[in-house]
C-alpha cells in the first residue's frame, strides 16, 4: 500500500506493507468467500486514510465462470475465457485448460484459450479450466458441440468399425454441401497401416468413396490415413 504526505514542493511517497493471515476459525469451519480488509494509517499521519482491498478464502469451488462459444462450427477459430471470483486483479492465481483432442491451441494467456477447431473430423466434448490459487484446485467447463447455423463442411466416415471383410472411407458432406462438386475438398491417398505406421493396403476409389478388402488380413488394430494436401486425418479401425 502506498500512503501519500504533502509537503513543500511535491508530493512525497511512503510506501509501507502489511501481512494478513485469514481468521484461523473460518477456515476451520470451511467457509469459502469474500474477505474485505481495511488497512488505516496512524495518527501521526497529517489526515487519515484507509485502503480496503478484497480478498477470497478458500477453493473457487462453484464459483469459477468459464465464457465462450458453445456451438462451434469447423474451421473456425474460439476464445475462452475464465473469471474468478473478484476477476484476474486477485492475482498470484494459475490457469491450465483442457480442450477435444485435436483442436489446436492458437494462444493462451492466464485465463484467456485461444483454439482452431479443425475443418475435418472435429472432435466435441468440454473445454476445461482448472485455477489454482493456493488454497486448491478448483475446475469448470464448457460442453461444445457441432453448431447448427455452421456453413457447409466435410467429413471423413470409416465404416464399418469393427470390420471384417471390407471397409468403406468416405468423404461426407455437412449442411447440404454437395460431397463431389469442384469446390469439395480433394482427397490424395487413402492408407490402411498397422500400429507401427507401416502401409498393409491401397484404397480402390469410387466417387467419393474408398474401399478395402480386408480379406487375409490378420485380425487387430489398424489404422487408416486419409491424406489431403499437407493435412492428414488419422483413425483407428479394428478388423475381426
Known sequence: NELFQTISGG????????????????????????????????????????????????????????????????????????????????GGLSYQWTKPSNWSIQSQSANYLTVYVPQYNPDYGVVQVSVNNGCG????????????GCDGYYAISIYPNPATEELTVEMRAENNVDALSSESPKIDEVLLVNSESEKVKSSVQSANKYKFDLRGLKKGRYFIHVRMGKEIVKEQVVIN
Not at 61 to 79: F, K, W
Not at 137 to 148: H, I, K
Open 11 to 90: 508530493i512525497r511517497t511512503h510506501a509501507t506493507s502489511v501481512n494478513v493471515t485469514s481468521p484461523a476459525t473460518a477456515l476451520l469451519q470451511g467457509f469459502t468467500g469474500n474477505y474485505f480488509i481495511t488497512v488505516s494509517t496512524e495518527p501521526a499521519w497529517p489526515w487519515p486514510k484507509q485502503i480496503s482491498r478484497q480478498i477470497w478464502v478458500g477453493t473457487y469451488d462453484g464459483n469459477l465462470s468459464i465464457s465462450g462459444q458453445s456451438a462451434v462450427c469447423p474451421g473456425n477459430t474460439y476464445t475462452y475465457e475464465a473469471t474468478p471470483p473478484g476477476g484476474q486483479q486477485m
Open 137 to 148: 484446485v478448483s475446475a469448470n467447463g464448457l460442453t461444445v458441440f457441432p453448431g447448427y
